[in-house]
């Protein structure tokens, strides 16, 4: 079950740029305005993508549905957000709204718990001021320790939502079930700037898929490599894990190494 919650962080000059100020002055202004946000709404878990099946696109009439709009409102609204570059429809009909993905915001349960503990994790310290009273400061220190433990396994997990994050902002759209498996899988055994650093490959190679950047962390595997350390010193990043990456790494051949299933079932094209 997907627990992350999402918003649209508009900026204060939203309704100033060109394309809002054409269409505000338009005589169905108001209701162009309105059926815009509501695509971005609609739009906003699938980084700016709007299409209702992997094989069936969106038509008007389904539009005006999702968002309660009148039907000759979305015919004509669709026509000015595209000759405005508001949208773009893609190859394969799938609706993007480019400004979606510059304009969401994005927070795990996990990272509104940690927030949560820290508040508290502050008024626990006044605790350890136990001078008077040395069994109730052993309890106080122990209660410490226990929610330092609390706050690794929290950002353990805020650690992996970013990295759920990173691949989707790369790839340009959401993960499916298998992929976010695959995440899990791959966190168990590489450090993370090491995924990272796997994913930027695989997007260099415009190769957008779990089954390509699985073989370039297996052929890493199977050298030894888990974390960025590992790495020889000319190869590793001085800031970024996924910088300064060697151009024999972004131009192998990763596919043809052994154990890469180039048909597996899971694979997604980008």
């Not at 740029?17 to 269409?23: A, D, G, N, S």
């Not at 980084?47 to 992997?54: D, N, P, Q, S």
Request: one cysteine or more; charged letters at 35%.
């Amino acid at each position: 079950m997907d627990k992350t919650k999402y918003w649209l962080k508009f900026y204060k000059d939203f309704l100033k740029t060109p394309q809002m100020r054409v269409i505000r002055k338009m005589s169905n202004g108001t209701e162009y305005l309105l059926l815009y946000i509501s695509l971005m709404l609609e739009s906003i878990e699938s980084a700016g993508h709007l299409r209702f099946t992997e094989t069936i696109p969106y038509n008007d009439e389904m539009l005006a549905s999702i968002t309660d709009t009148n039907i000759d409102i979305v015919r004509s609204g669709m026509k000015i957000f595209e000759e405005l570059g508001m949208i773009k429809i893609l190859s394969d009909k799938t609706i993007f709204l480019p400004d979606v993905p510059k304009l969401t915001g994005k927070e795990s349960e996990s990272a509104a718990r940690v927030r949560k503990w820290r508040l508290k994790h502050k008024e626990n310290l006044k605790l350890l001021q136990c001078n008077d009273d040395v069994t109730t400061c052993n309890n106080d220190v122990q209660n410490s320790n226990d929610n330092i433990e609390e706050e690794i396994e929290i950002d353990k997990e805020i650690d992996i939502d970013n990295l759920y994050s990173y691949l989707e902002e790369n790839y340009g759209r959401t993960i499916c079930q298998i992929e976010y498996n695959k995440l899990n899988e791959f966190a168990k055994d590489f450090e993370l700037g090491v995924i990272k650093r796997a994913i930027k490959i695989s997007v260099f190679n415009n190769v957008k898929n779990i089954a390509y950047l699985e073989g370039i962390l297996n052929n890493w595997k199977a050298k030894g490599i888990r974390k960025l350390s590992d790495f020889p010193k000319n190869e590793k990043s001085r800031d970024d894990p996924t910088e300064d990456i060697p151009n024999e790494l972004l131009e192998y051949d990763w596919l043809n190494e052994e154990g890469v299933d180039e048909d597996a079932s899971y694979q997604s094209k980008a």
